[in-house]
């Protein structure tokens, strides 16, 4: 058993198997690099592939992660190999074990092109960086071997507006072919909104208001629902305001595009951009003659397919249209919409409720686990050590990354009893909690989006 099969020897199934797989075409690609395992022999390599071949189908990324298992326990100190099991496991849910394969990927090969791509998120999600140059060190070999990061996760490492654009380009995808010509008028304007987020979340939570508000006198409107949900109060508000509701979920990006053309849309509103479960080859297939971003994602899409950006004065100053591959439409004052018809948290003093101590200045970050990173933390625990007493509500997500917090206050000097873990709540809830909090602490970089109106509401 070796790496690969060695040079001049006979692997016709391989080769073939491996030409299918970088054309895409998963199915014809598994059964012939099975073969090729019984027939040619075992090799890491043919193992890591089918690993691929087998992650790229849904509902397989167990049987993935035991395959790239294989692959490793044949060429134990390959990085490539320990890297991509650090990404199967992410795949799979399993984040702890993968930030933990990753770096020891990392302490073979720091260039290493699967690993850098994954770890900045992954550290700060567990709290794992080490300093600030350490991510800056991260993100220079990231950009000088032209890879390209999470635009999400990349406005939290780095404040530069250039590397937001290059990077949003590198990642964009090509145009497919011609938007659709403007068509005759119809009796209305007709407008197609595409999200992932028709749900509870905060997109939602910012716009449900905004929908309600539309004029269906001279508009009429159409939903490509590109990952429906369980039931819930949001959910079921788009289906009732939608004139059309389309779940596009089985759809590929090119089929959704067409059904756009046939429903003769006229303006297409991603509400997504480039992040979870969104589909930006929608629009560089042309789902529409004008195609717009807005809301979701406070960023450059980099798509030539994309025309127009809502923003504001604030959000993109007067002369920062350079960095923005798209047109950009200022609303006179805030872009963001936020929904009048939210929960409103009673004056009640209920801090008992949520683990808060009554007589205490409580501050509280509830962004996100990626925007903190050094910088961040050690101001707050810098507050902390200027006001005797407080303490810091510290948002964890879905994980339970209290020893983590623990750690790295102690680190600080703070004694990790001022810092209160919490995770996520329903909305209403939520807007309660924040309401028991007396100061609420920012990131630098990336600031709160929907955090801050949350906090700004209740």
């Known amino acids: 058993m070796t790496i690969a099969f060695p040079n001049g020897f ?13 054309s895409r075409d998963f199915a014809d690609a598994e059964p012939l690099m099975r073969s090729s395992l019984i027939h040619e022999g075992e090799t890491a390599l043919s193992y890591h592939y089918l690993a691929e071949i087998v992650a790229s189908q849904p509902g397989r990324i167990a049987e993935a992660i035991a395959l790239q298992k294989k692959a490793l326990s044949l060429a134990s100190s390959n990085p490539v190999f320990i890297a991509a099991l650090g990404s199967r496991l992410k795949d799979g849910g399993d984040e702890r074990e993968a930030l933990t394969t990753l770096e020891a990927a990392l302490q073979i090969d720091e260039n290493n092109p699967i690993a850098l791509p994954l770890i900045l998120r992954l550290r700060r999600k567990f709290l794992a960086w080490e300093s600030g140059a350490q991510e800056v060190a991260t993100i220079q ?11 999400l996760a990349l406005l939290a490492y780095l404040d530069d507006p250039q590397a937001q654009l290059e990077n949003a380009q590198l990642r964009a995808p090509k145009p497919k072919r011609s938007k659709p010509a403007p068509h ?18 905060a997109t939602m939570h910012l716009f449900r208001g905004a929908l309600k508000a539309h004029d269906r006198e001279q508009f009429e409107f159409f939903v490509y629902d590109l990952f ?15 004139d059309h509701y389309r779940d596009v979920s089985d759809l590929t990006a090119e089929e959704i595009a067409d059904l756009s053309i046939r429903d003769k849309v006229d303006i297409a509103v991603d509400l997504k951009g480039d992040t979870f479960k969104s589909k930006q080859e929608i629009f560089a297939c042309g789902a529409a003659p004008v195609q717009v971003s807005f809301l979701g ?7 030539d397919m994309m025309d127009y950006m809502i923003a504001d004065h604030v959000t993109i100053p007067e002369g920062a249209e350079q960095y923005y591959s798209e047109t950009i439409l200022r609303l006179p004052n805030c872009y963001q919409p936020n929904s009048n018809c939210r929960h409103i948290p009673e004056v009640r003093n209920t801090r008992s409720d949520y ?15 990626y925007k903190v990173g050094p910088r961040e933390f050690s101001a707050w625990m810098k507050i902390l050590k200027r006001a005797p007493g407080s303490v810091l ?10 020893d983590d917090i623990t750690q790295k206050a102690e680190a600080h000097g703070v004694d990790p009893d001022r810092i209160i873990p919490c995770g996520a709540l329903p909305q209403a809830a939520h807007l309660d909690r924040i309401a028991q909090v ?8 990336y600031n709160a989006h929907t955090t801050a109106s949350d906090a700004l509401w209740a």
């Open 393 to 402: 509500l510290f948002y964890m997500g879905s994980d339970d990354i209290s």
């Open 141 to 151: 070999r990231m950009r000088q071997k032209g890879l390209n990061f999470e635009p």
């Open 10 to 22: 006979n692997c016709p199934l391989y080769t073939r198997a491996v030409l299918l797989m970088r």
């Open 184 to 201: 005759d008028p119809g009796e209305k304007i007709r407008i197609g909104y595409f999200s992932s987020d028709f749900c509870e979340h």
């Open 228 to 242: 429906p949900r369980e039931q819930s109060e949001e959910s079921t508000f788009v289906r009732a305001f939608a």
């Open 355 to 369: 683990n808060l101590p009554q007589d205490t200045f409580v501050f509280a970050n509830l962004n996100n686990t």
């Open 438 to 445: 007396d100061l609420c602490l920012d990131c630098f970089s």
């Open 297 to 303: 994602f406070p960023g450059t899409t980099g798509m």
